[in-house]
């Protein structure tokens, strides 16, 4: 039914059109038309959709546009900057927005489309918009791009198919919009979008193309398009790839500087450890030794004596003491019989009686054995972290603790000494540098089982923590039942 009032929007975008400066200018559909365009840009879309919805409006037909709330709020924005009340012809039932997404749902069943109830959704939608203005209807939909984008490629042509079969009763002009990065080179999902098409619609200037060459230009434009993204994700690939291998370098050049560093000082240690034992050998066991050979030669004058045996035996149990320690410094042999944390109580206790610092071992009983480079390395490290200890902290006090979880062991020292300087530890942790080559030896040792220590300090102590992975087959906790964090 068609009643004076039902031209009141038409007369009213007719005084916009030539009182205004249009951004577009309004675009007449073209009757019983199928068209489909292929966007690369939103705002394209828009332009276009914008002076085809416009011009169906001012021709006098009824605009149905069905698509996402991104665009419907976009071109409703753009209507209204080129004077459109769209209120008012919402109200009076000449522009009719619809969500995709809703009207899609109302006729998808187990992911393909039901030809009855499109049919019937679309008689509900299309009924009452031909029975006003003219009772032309220009209609725009994004269901199938909705579809395209969840993969469901078939079920879109499907669609396309159930609007070119709606009956012949509407006039009716259809639009229907894909984005051209949902096809890739050489798609030919592609092809059977357009043959379902009377028209399509380039990004060119929004130039409209009809006839049997639109299938060879919309093709070319897609294979365009498709090139054009190739080239800008192998720019991108090609960026992250210069990036990454300028990381590597920089990451290889640390590293590498790190290890000289640490080989030369390897090298140091190695004379500073051997002269150490020349020290001790020379200084201790080597008295002891030219003293029992004094002794045995007065034995050999006087052989009766008691005393001079007495003196030579007593030498000869500090000679083998001196042997012993020397023996265990370089490696214990309990650990080999009893495990890290006998060998871990034995030096701790030599350690404090040597050094004078009070040294507390916090350690399960229950700990058992672990695999032998696990338990090396744990003794060295505790080795190591003690000395520094004795050497550099000015400490009073140490405490060691040893955990363990079903994923791995933990060692902590930790002393009450003057600490460290915030500076040293964050180049440390940055570079592995800055600090002596006793850290940097038990930092190699951690990467070397997979683990990873941990160095903090404050002007009440330092923190030097390793952990080590270990896959225990019974959950241990420590002495005071806590579970490692």
Same mark, same amino acid.
């Given at each position: ?17 030539s009182?205004?400066?249009p ?10 038309s199928?068209?489909?365009q ?18 169906? $409006? ?7 546009v069905?698509?996402?709330k ?10 209204? /900057? ?19 997404a ?9 992911g ?9 959704t ?12 003219? !009772?032309?209807?220009? /209609?725009?939909?994004?269901?199938v ?17 159930l609007?070119?079969?709606l ?12 984005p ?14 357009? !043959? ?7 990004d ?6 009809a ?19 190739e ?11 210069r ?5 590597l370098?920089?990451?290889v050049?640390?590293r ?12 140091? $240690? ?7 034992i ?9 008295q002891y $030794? ?7 030669d007065?034995?050999r ?11 030579v035996d ?10 012993r ?19 871990a ?6 350690f ?10 916090d ?5 058992g ?7 090396? /390395?744990l ?12 050497r550099?902290?000015?400490?009073s006090e ?5 955990l363990?979880?079903?994923?791995r ?5 930790k002393?009450? !000494?003057r ?12 570079t ?10 038990i930092r ?12 903090? /300090?404050?002007?009440?102590?330092t ?13 241990l906790?420590d002495?005071?039942?806590?579970r490692?964090t």
């Amino acid at each position: 039914m068609r009643t004076s009032r039902s031209a009141e929007p038409v007369e009213h975008l007719r005084q916009v059109n030539s009182s205004s400066e249009p951004l577009l200018p309004w675009r007449q559909p073209d009757r019983g038309s199928h068209a489909v365009q292929f966007f690369t840009d939103d705002a394209l879309l828009i332009d276009e959709l914008c002076a085809f919805i416009g011009g169906a $409006l001012l021709s006098g037909s009824t605009a149905i546009v069905i698509a996402t709330k991104a665009h419907r709020e976009s071109l409703s924005q753009r209507l209204a /900057a080129r004077g459109l009340d769209i209120a008012r012809v919402v109200e009076q039932g000449h522009y009719i927005p619809l969500d995709a997404a809703q009207t899609l749902a109302s006729f998808m069943r187990n992911g393909w489309p039901d030809e009855r109830l499109f049919t019937e959704t679309m008689a509900r939608i299309l009924e009452p918009a031909s029975r006003i203005g003219l !009772g032309k209807i220009s /209609a725009f939909g994004e269901m199938v791009a909705l579809l395209w984008a969840d993969g469901k490629s078939e079920a879109a042509v499907r669609v396309e198919q159930l609007w070119n079969n709606l009956p012949q009763k509407y006039a009716l002009n259809l639009r229907c919009a894909y984005p051209m990065q949902g096809f890739g080179r050489g798609d030919s999902s592609f092809l059977k979008i357009c !043959g379902e098409h009377t028209h399509i619609i380039t990004d060119e200037n929004s130039v409209l193309v009809a006839g049997e060459e639109l299938r060879k230009v919309a093709d070319l434009q897609q294979e365009v398009q498709a090139l054009a993204a190739e080239l800008a994700q192998g720019k991108l690939v090609e960026a992250n790839l210069r990036q990454t291998k300028s990381e590597l370098e920089s990451t290889v050049g640390q590293r590498t500087s790190v290890l000289r560093q640490l080989s030369a000082r390897l090298l140091k $240690l190695q004379d500073v450890e051997r002269r150490r034992i020349a020290r001790e050998l020379h200084d201790s066991l080597g008295q002891y $030794l030219v003293g029992l050979k004094l002794n045995m030669d007065m034995v050999r004058r006087s052989p009766t004596r008691e005393d001079l045996w007495v003196e030579v035996d007593q030498l000869m149990n500090q000679c083998i003491g001196e042997v012993r320690t020397l023996s265990y410094l370089l490696h214990p042999p309990t650990m080999d019989a009893a495990g890290f944390v006998s060998a871990a109580r034995w030096f701790v206790e030599g350690f404090s009686q040597r050094s004078g610092v009070k040294v507390t071992l916090d350690a399960p009983d229950n700990l058992g054995r672990l695999p032998d480079p696990i338990e090396l /390395a744990l003794f060295r490290v505790l080795q190591e972290a003690l000395t520094n200890v004795h050497r550099h902290s000015g400490a009073s006090e140490a405490y060691v603790v040893i955990l363990q979880d079903s994923n791995r062991v933990v060692l902590e020292v930790k002393d009450n !000494g003057r600490g460290m300087p915030i500076d040293i530890l964050q180049q440390f942790d940055e570079t592995g540098a800055g600090t002596g080559v006793g850290l940097g030896g038990i930092r190699e040792r951690a990467r070397e089982l997979g683990g990873k220590l941990t160095l903090e /300090a404050t002007s009440k102590g330092t923190l030097l923590k390793i952990a080590v992975p270990h896959r225990s087959k019974v959950q241990l906790t420590d002495s005071h039942n806590r579970r490692i964090t």
